[in-house]
């Protein structure tokens, strides 16, 4: 049996897990969220996102989910690593 596609997904500010509790998805899926603090002074969005990115497995195919300030960060890991699909709700890709 294949193993299942993680989908990551990114809260926004001031938000966390509890926003996706009832993100249901199909079959052959399963859902990671990805917490994250306050990044260092100084930070870029693109060395935020590269730090995120550690977190996720590459070797395997997935999906990145982001709203608000997490769309601006998988907008960011996009560019950085492969996902099958990025998803952005409520949020701006640049």
């Known amino acids: 049996m294949a193993s299942p596609i993680t989908i990551y997904c990114f809260p926004g ?3 966390d897990h509890r926003i996706f ?3 249901t998805v199909p079959s052959g899926y399963e859902i990671k969220v990805i917490e994250y603090g306050t990044p260092k002074k100084g930070m ?3 060395d935020f996102a590269l730090q995120l990115s550690e977190e996720i497995d590459t070797t395997q195919p997935f999906v990145l989910v982001g709203v608000s300030l997490g769309g601006m960060i998988c907008a960011e890991l996009n560019e950085i690593i492969s996902p ?6 409520s949020s701006a890709k640049n």
């Open 84 to 89: 099958k699909k990025t998803i952005i709700i």
């Open 44 to 46: 870029t969005m693109r």
């Open 21 to 23: 509790e009832s993100l």
């Open 13 to 15: 500010q001031g938000s």
